[in-house]
């Protein structure tokens, strides 16, 4: 089945610094989520890009969208302490028939150190 | 807005027993999901309701696992029974529609299941 790849499995960082991710997909989409996910809890919405748009941002968050290379990217700029957790990308599948299912990724395990 | 309520939070029980969760959506959405994630991996859909209508179910273990949405609201899982590798985080999400559609999920806290 479709699903998101992410890249790295895992990322340590210094505070300050910035913070990309990868992710790949298999098949069309309509849309690509990217979400956090802090030890313990359930997942939280960061960011939504339809297929017909290239870039994309929310406060220290820009995610990029390349549908010719089925991935996208997530860069979370002068990163804080506060900001360690796991970020997964999650894709739709594409097209008028499917039944809007998302489908996650397996994760990218950020640390960010004081 | 109320966020999305699971109960319990935590269970731990035998192999061969029996398990239900329960999930309470955010008011109105009309699309509610249940995920199972296994330690260190992301989460894997079993189900997803439309309504109180089930439109996936292809990832469920169906011959011991059941879900059921009640009057398109509430919703219950169950594992009967129980097998060692059942052990996960069952989460409950909910969005206004599909998320084809552009919506997003809202994701409740889960709850931690560990069978021994």
């Known amino acids: 089945s479709q699903q998101g790849e992410e890249d790295p499995q895992a990322l340590s960082i210094q505070e300050g610094e910035n913070a990309t991710m990868n992710c790949s997909y298999k098949?069309?989409?309509?849309?690509l989520q990217w979400y956090r996910q802090n030890s313990g809890r359930g997942l939280v919405h960061l960011i939504l890009?339809?297929?017909?748009?290239r870039e994309k941002h929310s406060g220290r968050l820009r995610v990029t969208l390349d549908t010719s290379k089925k991935s996208s990217s997530l860069l979370i700029t002068a990163s804080r302490a506060a900001d360690t957790a796991s970020y997964f990308c999650?894709?739709?599948?594409?097209?008028?028939?499917?039944?809007?299912?998302?489908?996650f990724g397996q994760g990218t395990t950020l640390q960010v150190k004081p | 807005e109320a966020g999305v309520a699971q109960s319990p939070r935590y269970k731990i029980i035998e192999k061969r027993q029996s398990v239900a969760f329960w999930c309470n959506p955010i008011s109105g959405h009309a699309t509610l999901y249940w995920y199972q994630q296994i330690l260190g991996q992301g989460p894997k859909l079993l189900i997803q309701?439309?309504?109180?209508?089930?439109?996936?179910d292809s990832q469920l273990p169906k011959d011991r696992f059941s879900a059921e949405r009640l009057k398109g609201v509430d919703s219950t899982l169950k594992i009967q029974p129980a097998k060692l590798e059942d052990s996960a985080v069952y989460l409950c999400?909910?969005?206004?529609?599909?998320?084809?559609?552009?919506?997003?999920?809202?994701f409740g806290s889960g709850t931690q299941l560990s069978v021994l």
């Open positions: 890009i339809r297929s017909n748009e």
């Open positions: 999650a894709t739709d599948a594409g097209g008028s028939s499917n039944t809007g299912k998302l489908i």
């Open positions: 999400a909910s969005s206004r529609d599909r998320a084809t559609l552009n919506e997003k999920l809202f």
């Open positions: 098949t069309s989409i309509n849309n």
């Open positions: 309701f439309q309504n109180n209508g089930v439109v996936d």
